[in-house]
């Protein structure tokens, strides 16, 4: 058994904590909230004997050896260093941080600490994915990359109402490109690594966060076509296109089919097996590493991690958003 603790205690978290459940080998003994009330609360609903209110004394605690970290975006990087700085392993939400300079720290503090550090992105740690992974070379020499995550927000009611929720609030670390366009762009670095060069495109709302957007990647001998939105809905599945054949994924956040179409008008069908919940998988993988003692996952990688930061810095630069967390 692997002993967790929790920073953070809303849905995802009530997610993963079913989904970790799943492995046997997941053992919930602490929680950090900044607040008693939220901590008891959630303390009560999982048997979860120790309760902290003070991040340091939940760092350096003998009570548990990992920690799932899903607090807001902002709160990411000084959170997970201090775990690591109290040998914690830990598996940190998507998006890892707000900018390539927390993540670089972050990257440092599991190197200086000896312990295992990854982020939760789990698109790229379910079966779907590695059939996408195993499969690329029958497309041919592949030309183009598209991924479309588009969702509506129910926050964004509230939001034209005149209430400015997590969501769409900068001090937060948020917006579309972080909430949603990572789901494009992770699997794509995951891939075919960090682009060339990219142009980048966004509305931006009053709030001072991107409300939708859109990112042109240019490598050597491809390009990719990203779009994501909390504005407006898509239901377009993702592609990669060869020139022997394309590959058709859906949805590209948590691919649930996965075919190739070839030229002739054939289909392969390639999707796998998932009978688990999404987030078992991240959990299953993470619980794995920690047992066989290794430090860095091969596809949720530090350096896919830093990349996918980095471009999404370099378009934020483009779109003109930026958070409180670049001043500091």
């Given at each position: 058994m692997v002993r967790f603790g929790i920073i953070g205690t809303n849905w995802i978290t009530d997610r993963f904590v079913q989904a970790a459940g799943e492995t046997g080998e997941f053992e919930l003994t602490a929680v950090y909230s900044r607040t008693e009330q939220r901590g008891n609360e959630f303390g009560e609903k999982y048997g979860i004997p120790f309760r902290y209110t003070d991040l340091e004394q939940f760092a350096s605690s003998s009570e548990f050896d990992a920690v799932y970290i899903a607090s807001p975006t902002y709160m990411h990087a000084r959170q997970a260093i201090a775990c690591m700085d109290g040998g914690k392993h830990v598996l940190c939400e998507k998006p890892i941080a707000s900018n390539a300079k927390e993540a670089r720290a972050m990257i440092e503090a599991a190197k200086r600490n000896d312990v295992l550090f990854m982020e939760a992105m789990m698109t790229t740690q379910l079966p779907n994915f590695e059939a996408v992974r195993e499969h690329l070379g029958e497309l041919g020499?592949?030309?183009?990359?598209?991924?479309?995550?588009?969702?509506?927000?129910?926050?964004?009611?509230?939001?034209?109402?005149?209430?400015?929720?997590?969501?769409?609030?900068?001090?937060?670390?948020?917006?579309?490109?972080?909430?949603?366009?990572?789901?494009?762009?992770?699997?794509?670095?995951?891939?075919?690594?960090?682009?060339?060069?990219?142009?980048?495109?966004?509305?931006?709302?009053?709030?001072?966060?991107?409300?939708?957007?859109?990112?042109?990647?240019?490598?050597?001998?491809?390009?990719?076509?990203?779009?994501?939105?909390?504005?407006?809905?898509?239901?377009?599945?993702?592609?990669?296109?060869?020139?022997?054949?394309?590959?058709?994924?859906?949805?590209?956040?948590?691919?649930?089919?996965?075919?190739?179409?070839?030229?002739?008008?054939?289909?392969?069908?390639?999707?796998?097996?998932?009978?688990?919940?999404?987030?078992?998988?991240?959990?299953?993988?993470?619980?794995?590493?920690?047992?066989?003692?290794?430090?860095?996952?091969?596809?949720?990688?530090?350096?896919?991690?830093?990349?996918?930061?980095?471009?999404?810095?370099e378009a934020r630069r483009q779109i003109g958003l930026v958070f409180p967390a670049d001043m500091e």
């Open positions: 020499t592949i030309r183009r990359y598209f991924a479309s995550y588009c969702q509506y927000s129910s926050r964004y009611d509230a939001y034209k109402q005149g209430e400015v929720l997590n969501a769409f609030d900068p001090r937060f670390s948020n917006g579309a490109l972080m909430d949603l366009g990572v789901y494009c762009l992770y699997p794509l670095v995951a891939l075919f690594g960090k682009p060339d060069r990219i142009q980048a495109n966004a509305h931006m709302l009053a709030s001072g966060v991107d409300g939708e957007g859109s990112i042109l990647l240019a490598y050597e001998e491809m390009d990719a076509v990203v779009m994501y939105s909390k504005i407006s809905s898509s239901y377009a599945p993702a592609e990669i296109q060869g020139e022997l054949a394309t590959m058709v994924i859906h949805p590209i956040n948590s691919p649930e089919s996965v075919e190739i179409r070839y030229r002739d008008g054939s289909v392969k069908k390639l999707t796998r097996p998932q009978d688990h919940s999404f987030m078992y998988y991240e959990a299953r993988n993470f619980i794995d590493l920690l047992k066989r003692g290794e430090r860095e996952d091969a596809t949720n990688s530090w350096s896919n991690s830093l990349y996918t930061m980095e471009v999404m810095e």
